[in-house]
């Protein structure tokens, strides 16, 4: 049996993009893929996350939001930093570990500016799901878009 390839996917506070990655490759990617997230900070599950990963039939209940320090022991494959505070900031890995940089735009940045302009929460989600469906493109290029 191939040992599987382990991914920690790192933001800065560990409650949307990066557990959006979590959820979708332990979703799509489990036989091949082991996925942590964890952030430069801990904000918790971020509710519209949530909401949106169960439309598509995605249950990231059971995760939780980590800090970085959390994961100073494990021996890990490659780190993937989804914000760029997250990449600035991103401490230094044993030379084993790939670092890879794939950024994406931040869903509850984009809806707070959709709210200060009035739009329903149904408008605001739209900011999730379409991060949450450009993540989902991400993790099914993976690993071999990682070219380890």
Same mark, same amino acid.
């Given at each position: %049996? =191939?040992?599987?390839? =382990?991914?920690?996917?790192?933001?800065?506070?560990?409650?949307?993009?990066?557990? %959006?990655?979590?959820?979708?490759?332990?979703?799509?990617?489990?036989?091949?893929?082991?996925?942590? *997230?964890?952030?430069?900070?801990?904000?918790?599950?971020?509710?519209? %996350?949530? =909401?949106?990963?169960?439309?598509?039939? &995605?249950? #990231?209940?059971?995760? !939780? *939001?980590?800090?970085?320090?959390?994961?100073?022991?494990?021996?890990?494959?490659? &780190? #993937?930093?989804?914000?760029?505070?997250?990449?600035?900031?991103? $401490?230094?890995?044993?030379?084993?570990?790939?670092?890879?940089? *794939?950024?994406?735009?931040? $869903? $509850?940045?984009?809806? !707070?500016?959709?709210?200060?302009?009035?739009?329903?929460?149904?408008?605001?989600?739209?900011?999730?799901?379409? #991060?949450?469906?450009?993540?989902?493109?991400?993790?099914? *290029?993976?690993?071999?878009?990682?070219?380890?």
């Amino acid at each position: %049996m =191939k040992k599987k390839l =382990k991914i920690l996917y790192l933001c800065t506070g560990n409650s949307c993009r990066s557990q %959006m990655a979590e959820g979708w490759t332990r979703h799509l990617k489990n036989d091949q893929i082991e996925a942590f *997230s964890a952030g430069i900070e801990t904000h918790g599950l971020n509710p519209h %996350m949530v =909401k949106v990963m169960a439309e598509v039939g &995605v249950d #990231v209940t059971g995760q !939780k *939001s980590e800090n970085i320090r959390d994961f100073a022991d494990t021996a890990l494959d490659v &780190v #993937v930093t989804v914000c760029g505070h997250a990449h600035e900031t991103c $401490p230094i890995f044993p030379t084993n570990c790939q670092v890879v940089h *794939s950024g994406f735009p931040d $869903p $509850p940045k984009m809806a !707070k500016e959709l709210a200060d302009k009035g739009a329903s929460e149904e408008e605001q989600l739209t900011c999730y799901r379409q #991060v949450r469906d450009e993540i989902r493109a991400y993790v099914e *290029s993976l690993p071999e878009s990682l070219n380890l």
